[in-house]
């Protein structure tokens, strides 16, 4: 496998379930990312792993909670979910400490929260 | 004023036609610029990167003008298949790995 892979492709979840989205990079890149794609609005980011770090915006729910335990993987964890979170939501990498370097897109799991 | 911005269009135009969108960006100690391309549902792909002496690739054309802090996109040839969302983003210098993303403008290219 090479680039982004995240998995499921899809998932309907009901508003009392636990899931996990998987992300898994094979670039060797050094920085990962979750952001959020609502239908007809900008990419919103929700959180970064880069170098051991971890940056979160601070209007996320804590009903979501990443998890990186590694450079290659990437898990968004979900549980009491609300309809207004249905979105596609997208995994990226980069390479964090590299000029002119972009970020790479993995297909994305489109949640919807029943 | 937001950190990128991007008329939102819809840019609507023919076969054939040449367009042009620009974006604007806020932070001027800004380090790299991209473009990328968002088909609908699909995840953004990485379009061109844009250099400061400017850039093409094939029937595209990137400029980076860091005196008015604006990157711009020019499309030659419109084809029906370049109809998709176009994303500008911006990433920062200094340590800082957060990419900016624009909201993105849309262009329909029509028979």
């Known amino acids: 496998e090479t680039g982004v892979t995240q998995t499921p492709r899809h998932l309907v979840m009901g508003m009392t379930n636990k899931k996990s989205l998987k992300c898994e990079q094979h670039?060797?890149?050094?920085?990962m990312y979750w952001y959020k794609q609502s239908a007809k609005k900008p990419l919103e980011l929700m959180f970064v792993?880069?170098?051991?770090?971890?940056?979160e915006n601070n209007s996320v729910p804590s009903r979501f909670s990443p998890e990186c335990p590694n450079s290659s993987h990437l898990f968004l964890h979900l549980h009491t979910l609300q309809p207004e979170d249905s979105a596609l939501y997208l995994c990226a990498s980069s390479q964090a400490d590299t000029a002119n370097y972009g970020y790479t897109f993995g297909s994305g799991t489109r949640l919807t929260v029943v | 004023r937001k950190e990128v911005e991007q008329d939102p269009g819809p840019f609507n135009v023919p076969e054939g036609a040449t367009v042009a969108f620009n974006c604007t960006y806020s932070n001027s100690a800004s380090q790299s610029f991209f473009w990328y391309r968002q088909d609908c549902r699909k995840e953004p792909k990485l379009l061109m990167s844009?250099?400061?002496s400017g850039n093409e690739d094939g029937r595209f054309t990137a400029q980076l003008n860091r005196a008015s802090q604006y990157i711009s996109l020019l499309i030659r040839d419109s084809k029906l298949s370049d109809s998709a969302t176009y994303l500008c983003v911006v990433k920062p210098s200094g340590g800082s790995y957060i990419p900016t993303f624009g909201r993105g403008t849309s262009l329909i290219v029509h028979p």
């Open positions: 670039l060797g890149h050094n920085a």
């Open positions: 844009v250099y400061s």
């Open positions: 792993y880069s170098l051991e770090e971890r940056v």
